[in-house]
């Protein structure tokens, strides 16, 4: 092999090398927006987020009186926390605007962050259950062995399909690893 035919496939592998290197930049860039498009497409894993059109229905919307729909209230935790609602249910009407609150207590001897996730059944019924205040819309920061209470504050849109009876509102609060280090 002569040294110029060399030094050409070393530039081809060289420009394979870089492109191959480039692709796999974007494609690590464009992960965590792609992660949450698929999450939001298929319904699974939504983080909640505070949504101001919320606030608008809110003001806007007329409590149905004619029927109720019960609300069962669950909480999971996961690692060392004490985690779970005032009540375990509620009957409401659509439109009405309702609190709850939820106990949240560190058990560890150190600081710790932590993150609420939601979930809902029916699956349906999320988009019909509207938070006004949530503690899952931020992590939490509890000083070693602290308690505090928790409002959600939330309606039923009274376009929930007349067929749902009840809705499950379960939350999971886990640790959040490091979070609390990057406060402090």
Same mark, same amino acid.
């Given at each position: 092999m002569q040294q110029s035919e060399f030094e050409t496939n /070393?530039?081809?592998i060289l420009r394979k090398l870089i492109v191959v290197s480039v692709l796999m930049f974007g494609f690590g860039w464009a992960l965590v927006p792609l992660y949450r498009? !698929?999450?939001?497409?298929? %319904? !699974?894993?939504?983080?909640?987020?505070?949504?101001?059109?919320v606030e608008r229905a809110a003001r /806007?919307?007329?409590v149905d009186l004619s029927r109720t729909v019960v609300i069962e209230f669950d909480a999971n935790k996961? %690692?060392?926390?004490?985690f779970k609602p005032h009540t375990n249910h509620l009957e409401v009407h659509p439109g009405e605007l309702v609190q709850v609150q939820y106990d949240l207590v560190n058990l560890e001897r150190r600081p710790m962050a932590g993150q609420a996730i939601p979930s809902y059944a029916p699956?349906? #019924? #999320?988009?019909?259950?509207q938070k006004l205040e949530c503690f899952c819309f931020q992590q939490q920061i509890l000083a070693a062995g602290e308690t505090r209470q928790f409002p959600v504050l939330f309606f039923i849109d009274p376009k929930l399909p007349a067929d749902?009876?009840? !809705?499950?509102?379960?939350?999971t609060f886990f640790e959040v690893a490091g979070a609390v280090a990057a406060v402090q």
């Amino acid at each position: 092999m002569q040294q110029s035919e060399f030094e050409t496939n /070393n530039r081809t592998i060289l420009r394979k090398l870089i492109v191959v290197s480039v692709l796999m930049f974007g494609f690590g860039w464009a992960l965590v927006p792609l992660y949450r498009k !698929i999450c939001e497409v298929t %319904g !699974i894993n939504v983080l909640t987020s505070r949504d101001s059109e919320v606030e608008r229905a809110a003001r /806007n919307t007329q409590v149905d009186l004619s029927r109720t729909v019960v609300i069962e209230f669950d909480a999971n935790k996961q %690692g060392p926390w004490r985690f779970k609602p005032h009540t375990n249910h509620l009957e409401v009407h659509p439109g009405e605007l309702v609190q709850v609150q939820y106990d949240l207590v560190n058990l560890e001897r150190r600081p710790m962050a932590g993150q609420a996730i939601p979930s809902y059944a029916p699956m349906q #019924a #999320a988009q019909y259950l509207q938070k006004l205040e949530c503690f899952c819309f931020q992590q939490q920061i509890l000083a070693a062995g602290e308690t505090r209470q928790f409002p959600v504050l939330f309606f039923i849109d009274p376009k929930l399909p007349a067929d749902v009876k009840t !809705i499950t509102l379960s939350y999971t609060f886990f640790e959040v690893a490091g979070a609390v280090a990057a406060v402090q």
